[in-house]
């Protein structure tokens, strides 16, 4: 009866332990959304607000549930796309915070294949977009309806580069504010 207790008890510490490093492993059932790169409507930066981190480059490790969020069906064919370099390193979002859109833009040395996904921090998919992008600098601009998206809310773009034969071969994300009627930029992070 001891040595059963003794199994039980042992069996349930590897669970608090196990456990907790299988969720981090694959990303949790939540990320942290919590810094943000602050930057007016002309791309200008303007500071950030949070801890420090690797948004808007290709800095970040992505975990297998994150990059799941990019096994979705597109149009766009990528038969005739090849690994293209993406200039600046980084993608350029703003503004941040934004009311209902936001640009982005990516310089890229050619043709390729964006995936777009913007989550919360449960990571609901709600916004998803993919599109070709052309060799050069690439603006597009993705929309925040109230419908969906709510004011002060804290989302994360999660984005991907395909090429054929090499899908995601970059990817990385950014923290996004929703912003609207605000009085002053510290009201957003309240």
Not at 25 to 53: L, R
Not at 125 to 146: E, R, W
Request: charged share 15%; glycine share 6%.
């Amino acid at each position: 009866m001891k040595i059963m207790h003794l199994a039980a008890c042992l069996a349930a510490a590897l669970c608090l332990f196990i456990i907790p490093a299988a969720c981090k492993k694959e990303g949790g059932s939540t990320i942290h959304i919590q810094g943000f790169d602050i930057v007016d409507a002309s791309g200008n930066s303007m500071g950030h607000n949070g801890p420090a981190d690797n948004d808007w480059t290709f800095n970040n490790t992505l975990s297998d549930r994150e990059l799941s969020l990019f096994d979705f069906s597109t149009t766009v064919t990528i038969d005739n796309i090849n690994e293209a370099t993406i200039n600046w390193d980084r993608v350029n979002a703003y503004p941040n915070p934004c009311t209902y859109t936001q640009a982005y833009n990516i310089n890229v040395s050619d043709s390729v294949l964006l995936k777009v996904v913007v989550v919360n921090e449960q990571l609901q998919v709600l916004a998803k977009t993919a599109q070709k992008l052309q060799k050069g600098s690439n603006t597009f601009i993705m929309a925040y309806p109230d419908n969906t998206f709510s004011n002060k809310a804290s989302l994360r773009l999660y984005y991907s580069f395909s090429a054929k034969n090499n899908p995601n071969y970059k990817t990385g994300y950014g923290d996004i504010k929703i912003c609207r009627g605000a009085s002053s930029l510290s009201n957003c992070f309240e």
